[in-house]
């Protein structure tokens, strides 16, 4: 016997978001309930992270899109992209639509370093630099232009690397991805040098993957170097995690490595902390503190400083969430106060029918496929809810594309976003690059999505 059906909303289309989509029709399906899913994203591409997020020259994490587009293509999913929440649809609105909401919509923000000159022009968040080489459409084409010959890469993580692999590598590299033609133009012109990678503690606290650190040091173009005396190589005789150790492995083989005379060098520093970005009218040099471990956990300076002359400073030292209006938001922690995806009010009481998926719900940790166990329990905690009838959608309200049509907006539907993709298959063939070749900005998008001229998120940036 099949019990009525569930309609479910879900804020944000990139990995937690159609994780959870994906958990709600198993799930369901699973318990006998009738169940339809509709995917909200402000974009009009769904994928988030895995589209705007990975690094061009990873086509093997991108291939993770080609899963999710799977569950975008279940007849009981729906995509509506181009949908700003707060303003095209409301926390209420969604509310009366559905019986279920669950946000998902990932971590937006960059941390900030907190030291003096980190306002100057040629100081930048990391994923700012990602999402632009990446083809966001909030990220103006020209929004770097890569004329440093010196950049500081601020960050002891996998996104660091990344960032650092990119600028080290020759134009040349990236002919075959989908990066954008006026960022490709840009790195052509790069007259990138010397790139300098630095972390505050040292390499057994590094949040690198070996794999990662391993890519990095095998790109033909490039020498790295590593300072003996920063490495701690007899640190880690009886390190028993697996990973640390095959970080050392790769760091112990850079120390040992002479330079061949590439015309790019990456240095990675460890135990240094930036404690000033120097410069009158743009950046000219970075000024870190040598550090060392407190004893507790942490590091502490040593009074020793050294500077460097760097024109562009790129920081990538994590993500924060930013608050959904409307919903209840920890800002020390960056999260949706939640108990296993159940939103909770200031009181600390689970508001029905509201959950949280993703780094929303946990904070900007883990990877790519982390979010699936995520969302597993977000769902589990939602038909447990539905089971014990805590919430149910306002049984007189239409559906939301209705309501939407009223108020005059257009969402972008799955078809429309396979326009999309078909005008970017055709942009690679035309220019003879790979298989696919990213539209640059809003205007290109919506042209091959059909919603020129329509009222988009784009004004809500």
Same mark, same amino acid.
């Given at each position: 016997?099949?019990?009525?059906?569930?309609?479910?909303?879900?804020?944000? #289309?990139?990995?937690?978001?159609?994780?959870?989509?994906?958990?709600?029709?198993?799930?369901?399906?699973?318990?006998?309930?009738?169940?339809?899913?509709?995917?909200?994203?402000r974009?009009?591409?769904?994928?988030?992270?895995?589209?705007?997020?990975?690094?061009?020259?990873?086509? #093997?994490?991108?291939?993770?899109?080609?899963?999710l587009?799977? @569950?975008?293509?279940?007849?009981? @999913?729906?995509?509506?992209?181009?949908?700003? +929440?707060?303003?095209?649809?409301?926390?209420?609105?969604?509310?009366?639509?559905?019986?279920?909401?669950?946000?998902?919509?990932?971590?937006?923000?960059?941390?900030?370093?907190?030291?003096?000159?980190?306002?100057?022009?040629?100081?930048?968040?990391?994923?700012? +630099?990602?999402?632009?080489?990446?083809?966001?459409? *909030?990220?103006?084409?020209?929004?770097?232009?890569?004329?440093?010959?010196a950049?500081?890469?601020?960050?002891?993580?996998?996104?660091?690397?990344?960032?650092?692999r990119?600028?080290?590598?020759?134009?040349?590299? +990236?002919?075959?991805?989908?990066?954008?033609?006026?960022?490709?133009?840009?790195?052509?012109?790069?007259?990138?040098?010397?790139?300098?990678i630095?972390?505050?503690?040292?390499?057994?606290?590094?949040?690198?993957?070996?794999?990662?650190?391993?890519?990095?040091?095998?790109?033909?173009?490039?020498?790295?170097?590593?300072?003996?005396?920063?490495?701690?190589?007899?640190g880690?005789?009886?390190?028993?995690?697996?990973?640390?150790?095959?970080?050392?492995?790769?760091?112990? *083989?850079?120390?040992?490595?002479?330079?061949?005379?590439?015309?790019?060098?990456?240095?990675?520093?460890?135990?240094?902390?930036?404690?000033?970005?120097?410069?009158?009218?743009?950046?000219?040099?970075?000024?870190?503190?040598?550090?060392?471990?407190?004893?507790?956990?942490?590091?502490?300076?040593?009074?020793?400083?050294?500077?460097?002359?760097?024109?562009?400073?790129?920081?990538?030292?994590?993500?924060?969430?930013?608050?959904?209006?409307? @919903?209840?938001?920890?800002?020390?922690?960056?999260?949706?106060?939640?108990?296993?995806?159940?939103?909770?009010d200031?009181?600390?009481?689970?508001?029905?029918?509201e959950?949280?998926?993703?780094?929303?719900?946990?904070?900007?940790?883990?990877?790519?496929?982390?979010?699936?166990?995520?969302?597993?329990?977000?769902?589990?905690?939602?038909?447990?809810?539905?089971?014990?009838?805590?919430?149910?959608?306002?049984?007189?309200?239409?559906?939301?594309?209705?309501?939407?049509?009223?108020?005059?907006?257009?969402?972008?539907?799955?078809q429309?976003?396979?326009?999309?993709?078909?005008?970017?298959?055709?942009?690679?063939?035309?220019?003879?690059?790979?298989?696919?070749?990213?539209?640059?900005?809003?205007?290109?998008?919506?042209?091959?999505?059909?919603?020129?001229?329509?009222r988009?998120?784009r004004? #809500?940036?």
């Amino acid at each position: 016997m099949t019990v009525p059906g569930l309609r479910v909303a879900v804020v944000g #289309s990139g990995p937690a978001g159609l994780y959870t989509a994906e958990a709600v029709i198993r799930q369901a399906t699973a318990d006998g309930i009738d169940v339809a899913v509709d995917v909200l994203d402000r974009l009009p591409t769904p994928y988030g992270l895995v589209r705007y997020g990975v690094a061009p020259d990873h086509p #093997s994490i991108r291939s993770i899109a080609d899963y999710l587009k799977r @569950v975008l293509e279940h007849p009981r @999913v729906r995509f509506l992209g181009g949908l700003c +929440f707060g303003r095209d649809v409301t926390r209420d609105t969604l509310l009366a639509c559905y019986d279920a909401v669950v946000y998902a919509t990932g971590a937006a923000r960059d941390r900030r370093l907190r030291v003096p000159g980190e306002e100057l022009p040629g100081s930048a968040a990391a994923a700012d +630099f990602v999402r632009w080489y990446c083809g966001h459409p *909030d990220s103006d084409p020209a929004m770097f232009h890569l004329d440093a010959t010196a950049v500081a890469v601020i960050g002891a993580g996998n996104v660091a690397l990344d960032v650092a692999r990119v600028l080290a590598k020759p134009a040349t590299e +990236f002919g075959a991805t989908d990066m954008p033609e006026p960022v490709l133009a840009a790195f052509a012109a790069s007259r990138v040098e010397q790139i300098h990678i630095i972390g505050r503690r040292g390499p057994a606290q590094a949040r690198f993957t070996t794999k990662e650190l391993r890519e990095l040091g095998e790109l033909p173009g490039a020498d790295i170097t590593v300072d003996v005396a920063q490495a701690d190589l007899d640190g880690f005789d009886a390190e028993p995690d697996r990973r640390v150790r095959g970080n050392l492995a790769v760091i112990s *083989d850079w120390a040992g490595r002479p330079a061949r005379g590439c015309p790019r060098r990456v240095a990675v520093r460890f135990w240094q902390r930036p404690v000033e970005i120097l410069g009158t009218d743009r950046v000219t040099a970075l000024r870190v503190e040598r550090t060392r471990p407190d004893g507790s956990g942490q590091v502490t300076g040593t009074g020793e400083y050294a500077e460097f002359p760097v024109q562009l400073v790129l920081r990538s030292v994590g993500y924060e969430s930013v608050p959904l209006p409307g @919903v209840p938001f920890d800002e020390r922690h960056a999260i949706v106060p939640n108990a296993e995806g159940r939103v909770l009010d200031t009181d600390g009481t689970p508001r029905p029918g509201e959950y949280v998926a993703g780094w929303l719900k946990r904070g900007a940790t883990g990877v790519i496929g982390t979010n699936k166990s995520d969302a597993a329990q977000t769902v589990r905690a939602l038909l447990a809810d539905r089971g014990a009838g805590v919430h149910r959608a306002d049984p007189a309200a239409p559906p939301l594309p209705d309501l939407l049509a009223d108020r005059g907006v257009r969402p972008v539907s799955y078809q429309d976003w396979l326009g999309i993709d078909e005008r970017e298959h055709e942009n690679a063939a035309a220019l003879g690059r790979g298989e696919r070749v990213k539209l640059s900005g809003w205007d290109e998008l919506n042209r091959a999505s059909g919603r020129q001229g329509a009222r988009t998120a784009r004004s #809500s940036r």
